[in-house]
C-alpha cells in the first residue's frame, strides 16, 4: 500500500471509530450552524489540508527532514498568540521557545539543504504551510467558541479532514493495487484507532484547555522521542548536533512547563 492510500484509509479507521465511540456511550450529536466553523477550520487545517501538504511534501524530501518541517509550528504560534492574543510571555517561555527553535533548526541541518534544487525548495514550502495550517487550526481550538465538547464534533471534524484525502489518493493512485496481509490490517487497526481517532480527539482537547505557546513547544517532544527510538532500534550513535539539538528542546520544553 502506497503512503498515501495507507494514510487516506487510516484516518476511515479513526473516523469509523470515533463516530462509533461517541454512538455507543451515547454522545452522538448531528452538528448546528454554529459546530461548522469549529469542525471546518479543525477538520480542513489540521487534518485535511495538512496530511494533503505534507504528503506532497514528502515527494520531494526525506522522510526524516519533512517530519521536523512538519512540526514547526511553534514558528507560527507563539509569536501569533503573544501579540493577537494576548497570551502570557514570561522571559521562561520566550527563553523555552528560543531553545526549542534552535535545536529544532540544528536538526533540520538548512545549511546542508541544496537550496538550488527546486525540489527541495517546493518540498520546503509545502512542509511549512503545511505547518502553519495546523498553527492556525490551534489557534483556532483555543480560541473560537465551542458550543459542544471536542469528543461530540471530532467524529465530524475526522470526517471533514477525511473527504479531501480520499479524493486525492483516488485521482492520484486510483489505479494502484493493494496486497493485503494481517500485519498491514493489524498496523491501520493500530494507526487508525490511536495514532489517529483517540490521538486527534486528545489534541484537540489540549489545545482548546491550555496555552497554545505551550501545547506547540510541547509537540517538539514527539521529534524528539522519535529520533531516540529510531536511533536505539538501529542501533545508531546520535551525533553530536543532535545530542544538542535534542538538548535544546528538552530545555526549552522545561521552560515553558516552569513558565
Sequence with gaps: MSPLWYTA?????????MMGLVIAIKKFRWPKFTDYPLIITIGLLQIGIYILLTNIGLTYLPAGRSSLLAYTTPLWVMPAAIFFFNEE?????????????????????PWEMNWADKHVLVGTIMLLLASLCWAISMLCARYMHWTKSPLELIPWQLLIGTIPVLIFAWTKEHSMTI????????SLIYTGILVTGLSYWSGVVINKELPTSMVSLGFLAVPVFSL??????????????????????????????VK
Excluded: D, Q, Y
Design 179 to 186: 496486497t493485503w496481509s494481517t500485519p498491514l490490517v493489524l
Design 228 to 257: 531516540m527510538v529510531s536511533a536505539l532500534f538501529m542501533h545508531e550513535a546520535i551525533n553530536l548536533s543532535t545530542a544538542a539539538a535534542i538538548g535544546f528542546i528538552l530545555l526549552g520544553l522545561i521552560c515553558i512547563v
Design 89 to 109: 510571555a514570561s522571559l521562561f517561555r520566550w527563553l523555552g521557545f528560543f531553545l526549542g527553535i534552535s535545536g529544532l533548526f540544528i536538526l533540520l541541518g
Design 9 to 17: 484509509l487510516r484516518l476511515v479507521v479513526g473516523t469509523v471509530t
